[in-house]
């Protein structure tokens, strides 16, 4: 008889500890529990608009602080040399890798 006493509790104490485990596992977000990394993608879409760059060697892009960035119009051209940092950091809050934009020939 003094076991049962014992036992209430702990089972109690079981359960709580079983429902935090799941409670702090449903707080964390499913890509923050996947431990390996995205694989780069290249850059698909242009990062001031959302248009498509079509195919890499024809798209159109602009080289600037050593990277290249393709974008779908020319219109965008203006607004991607005016901030160039904002849109390399939009690119890669993508997921995506900005190309290194090829050194000029000397
Ligand atoms: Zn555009």
């Not at 923050?32 to 242009?46: D, G, M, Y």
Request: aromatic share 4%; net charge positive; glycine share 6%.
């Amino acid at each position: 008889m003094r076991m049962r006493h014992l036992t209430k509790p702990l089972m109690l104490g079981l359960a709580f500890s079983l429902f935090s485990a799941n409670f702090i596992l449903a707080m964390d977000p499913p890509t923050e529990r996947a431990n390996t990394p995205p694989l780069p993608k290249a850059q698909s879409s242009c990062p001031v608009m959302g248009g498509m760059i079509g195919p890499k060697d024809k798209a159109l892009h602009v080289d600037i602080k050593g990277k290249r960035i393709y974008i779908c119009c020319a219109a965008c051209e203006g607004a991607v040399l005016a901030d160039p940092d904002k849109y390399i950091k939009k690119i890669e809050q993508r997921g995506e890798t900005v190309e290194e934009a090829p050194q000029p020939a000397k």
